[in-house]
């Protein structure tokens, strides 16, 4: 099984940790990660990717110099960080990783992981998470599923970031794709959400495109003017 450090050189931010680690979706790992009530008669796959992700987060604090507790489950389901510390977790096919900083250096961040999106099933997907418009700008040295994964990693990674500053579910629709910018995936915030977010008129989303999958990060830098 693979554990450690696991950010990608493209990914990787100053006074950022990360931790990843492989599971199983019959979830014989980590089972001394306790499990919130709502999750008791969950499915094995739904018990092992929270248990992985937990176990990772807690990892990552650990890295960070925090006290290595696992991060409990809030009310509205997002995953209760200590005091001071930002963090963001994401599991997909049987992979996890979570990412911990300060909240003196970070307002929020955002971390996703995505397999690679079938071909097949991009078309009655697209409408849901991005326009032709914004597949159109990526579409260069970008395949049709990849174009379409990394959208949608994307703004996933987005609104774990931007939800400590909103508190509510953001839409797909609510971020738009601007351009590949460096490497970057640049995106601008869309009508009132605009509002919610201390000024900032776009935000990068830094990715790594791995053999199956996607990575995606995102962060907020500090402002101490910015009211959450």
Same mark, same amino acid.
């Given at each position: 099984?693979?554990?450690?450090? !696991? =950010?990608?050189?493209?990914?990787? @931010? /100053?006074? &950022?940790?990360?931790?990843?680690? %492989?599971?199983? *979706? ?33 990892? !990552? =604090?650990?890295?960070?110099?925090? @006290? /290595?507790? &696992?991060?409990?489950?809030?009310? %509205?389901?997002? *995953? ?149």
């Amino acid at each position: 099984m693979t554990e450690g450090e !696991a =950010l990608p050189p493209t990914l990787r @931010l /100053p006074g &950022v940790s990360a931790y990843a680690c %492989d599971y199983t *979706p019959a979830g014989n790992e980590f089972t001394d990660i306790f499990l919130p009530p709502h999750l008791a008669s969950a499915s094995p796959k739904r018990k092992a990717e929270f248990r992985a992700g937990r176990y990772c987060a807690m990892r !990552a =604090l650990e890295a960070m110099g925090a @006290l /290595p507790a &696992v991060p409990p489950i809030g009310p %509205d389901r997002a *995953p209760v960080w200590p005091d001071g510390v930002v963090g963001s977790i994401s599991h997909s096919a049987g992979y996890a990783i979570a990412v911990a900083a300060r909240r003196l250096s970070y307002l929020g961040l955002g971390i996703d992981v995505e397999g690679i999106v079938p071909a097949d099933e991009v078309a009655g997907l697209l409408s849901h998470v991005a326009s032709e418009a914004e597949m159109k700008r990526l579409s260069a040295g970008f395949s049709p599923a990849t174009s379409f994964t990394l959208l949608f990693s994307g703004k996933e990674a987005i609104y774990k970031t931007i939800y400590p500053l909103v508190r509510r579910f953001v839409g797909f629709h609510e971020m738009s794709f601007v351009k590949l910018d460096q490497g970057k995936l640049l995106f601008r915030p869309v009508g009132v959400i605009s509002q919610s977010l201390c000024g900032l008129d776009s935000i990068s989303v830094s990715f790594d495109r791995q053999t199956d999958r996607i990575l995606s990060m995102c962060s907020i830098p500090f402002d101490p003017t910015c009211q959450m």
